[in-house]
């Protein structure tokens, strides 16, 4: 199938689908207060804009979406690191990481809520806890799985040390592992965000669990298609940087 | 009076113990003298390359001595060419062959400057911006080998390194090496399987029979370079390192 048609058809398989969406509430099968038609997205979208609300939970959710991403994501490559490099630390942590690791992230909402009050910096660590095994279960298999032959290249010409093996060998080796758990992070993070925010924390999660309160579904669905959008643009720059980064791959 | 760059005594190497003991060197003995092309001959499994790697120290020997006596301002006395080029595939062909420069004090500019000289040397000058995927095996091979240069090593250690390449690229860069070394008038210590190619660019070449290694047998090659493959005389040093190694297998 060439590209042209592969477009076509997905444009085709979008229009049947807001059409259906469209017509469902239209015809009398769904109640349209529980399923808005698309059609009134974009005024609904409008108010939200004009009030500022809009705006405001977007930026709000993307300071801890950011946050949380960069806490958790530079925790997991710094302990993935050390824990790729030294099997003595794996081996003291085996226990303890298989301890923790099941545990959602949601299921830190008390305890966030306990240690940091209904405040951003309680959404920052529901967020950075879930991307944190992600990213460093993806750093410590990439770096061993490094080649071994490439880490005695650096002996051979005289950098021993396991800064210099890091820097010199094991980072760059590992950069394409590392930025596959990233990318699945971007993901989970944007996840979390909701879930974090639901409890209270201003953002889009709060906005959507204010409006589905009062039965304002179009404002709820404004809320979904915005995080859609934003997830598409973000994954959309991260793959760009990644095949940027990656520019020496064949 | 023979310049000795590297004196080897009673070196063995051994892994395991028990009943996986494995003897890969035993008691030997072997002098690199400065400025020659010392080719090492062997089937696989005598510990040709080992013997390359106790020196690089990526290997502990298990008795012995060695000496090295490189030059007093020399920063790194040997470099190694493996095998497989094991170029790093994330830095650009010019940046691996400043690789071992950086940490010797030279600024980047330096470091690049000398790289590109090399890459001059190994024919490669136009091709320091690719990245390594973008090369042929010859190529990458070459890369290897200026790598190696870069960091003006005392001994350039080579470890089969163009047994992986088409027999076409491998003799351009049997050619390639003798230009090099007759250029640079580097000390070349070269391990081999292939008889004709140790006939070609050695000085002295050293049949190591084995396992355990030890060795069997030394010949010195005073033919005038470039040398031709089809040469009588170089032909009859290779037949007679050929029998060499056949008679020591059979002793085995």
């Known amino acids: 199938m060439n590209r042209f048609r592969a477009t076509l058809l997905a444009a085709a398989g979008l229009a049947v689908f807001l059409g259906i969406w469209e017509a469902a509430p ?22 939200e804009i004009a009030l500022g609300v809009w705006t405001e939970a977007v930026l709000s ?32 942590t085996a226990w303890v990481v298989r301890l923790l690791r099941p545990i959602p992230g949601l299921a830190w909402v008390p305890f ?51 800064f210099q093996r890091l820097v010199k060998i094991l980072l760059p080796a590992a950069t394409p592992g590392i930025l596959v758990g990233l990318r699945t992070a971007l993901g989970q993070a944007w996840m979390a965000v909701v879930a974090a925010e639901i409890f209270g924390v201003p953002g889009v999660g709060q906005r959507m669990m204010q409006a589905s309160s009062l039965l304002s579904t179009d404002i709820v669905v404004v809320y979904m298609l915005t995080m859609a959008a934003l997830y598409g643009l973000f994954d959309t720059a991260f793959v760009a940087l990644q095949g940027w980064l990656l520019r020496w791959r064949a | 009076m023979l310049d000795t760059i590297i004196d080897i005594r009673g070196l063995s190497l051994v892994y395991g113990t028990g009943e996986r003991r494995n003897v890969v060197l035993d008691a030997l003995d072997l002098d690199v003298v400065r400025g020659e092309v010392l080719v090492i001959v062997g089937e696989s499994g005598v510990g040709k390359s080992t013997l390359l790697r106790v020196l690089m120290d990526l290997s502990r020997p298990s008795g012995g001595t060695v000496e090295i006596h490189a030059r007093p301002d020399c920063r790194t006395p040997m470099a190694m060419v493996f095998q497989d080029a094991r170029l790093l595939p994330w830095r650009r062909v010019i940046d691996n062959v400043a690789f071992g420069l950086e940490g010797s004090g030279l600024s980047r500019a330096q470091r690049r400057a000398r790289a590109h000289a090399m890459l001059g040397l190994v024919g490669l000058a136009d091709f320091g911006d690719r990245w390594p995927h973008q090369l042929s095996g010859g190529q990458r091979q070459r890369v290897a080998i200026a790598r190696a240069l870069a960091v003006e090593p005392d001994v350039l250690l080579m470890d089969e390194p163009f047994s992986a390449l088409d027999s076409f690229t491998r003799e351009g860069l049997q050619d390639e090496l003798q230009r090099i070394t007759q250029e640079t008038g580097k000390t070349v210590l070269f391990v081999t399987h292939d008889i004709d190619e140790a006939v070609t660019i050695a000085d002295r070449v050293v049949v190591i029979a084995g396992p355990p290694g030890r060795i069997a047998a030394e010949v010195r090659i005073d033919l005038p370079r470039p040398r031709i493959r089809r040469d009588a005389a170089l032909q009859e040093i290779a037949r007679q390192l050929r029998a060499e190694l056949s008679r020591r297998s059979a002793d085995l």
């Open chain 1, 26 to 47: 239209r015809l009398g099968l769904i109640n349209a207060a529980f399923l808005p038609p698309p059609s009134t997205i974009p005024a609904a979208f409008g108010r």
């Open chain 1, 61 to 92: 959710s993307l300071s801890h979406y950011v946050a949380g991403l960069v806490c958790g994501a530079g925790a997991g490559i710094g302990l993935g690191l050390v824990a790729g490099m030294s099997r003595g630390f794996e081996a003291a």
């Open chain 1, 112 to 162: 966030a809520i306990i240690w940091f009050g209904v405040e951003p910096s309680a959404a920052v660590f529901i967020i950075a806890v879930g991307v944190f095994w992600i990213v460093f279960f993806a750093t410590q298999g990439a770096v061993r799985g490094v080649d071994r032959d490439l880490v005695e290249v650096a002996q051979a010409f005289g950098f021993r040390g396991p």
